[in-house]
């Protein structure tokens, strides 16, 4: 493995060659980097994604065999697990971000289901919003909505 340093942040780029600011973004590399997952783990599977779909696929998300795809190349998968207990320990230690075109609109359907509010909905200025959920078992769900939402 590889690194470099950015002579400007110190910051190093593991196994690319390359500095965090000077790579082209791309995903060209010779990986590809092509999406992101996240897989979360839960005592009840069938529970936790029915709650995903109700949440999130009347805001474009859409479930395929295992997965809801929230986005280009952007995943959130579940799994069944007995290692782990039924709610989350540390909800803030990973956190799932979620952009949104319309946060207002997200944040009156979500309201239908009662959701649970950790951040409401914030005007945090130059054209962004943010806020934070808590899933049923504890994990903490941003939305976002920036100045350039598509």
Known sequence: MTASTDDSSGTTSPGTGTSPGTGTGTGTGTGGITGLGIV?????????????????????ARWAEHFLIVGPGAIIGFDERDDVADEAAEPGRQLINLTVRDIRAAEKHLNTLGVTWVRPVE????????????DPVGNYLQLLQGPGTP
């Open 123 to 134: 005007d945090t200025g130059n054209g962004w919003f943010f806020s934070t959920i808590v």
């Open 40 to 60: 979360l783990g839960s005592t009840d599977s069938a529970a936790l994604i029915a709650w995903y779909r109700a949440a999130l696929e009347p805001l474009g």
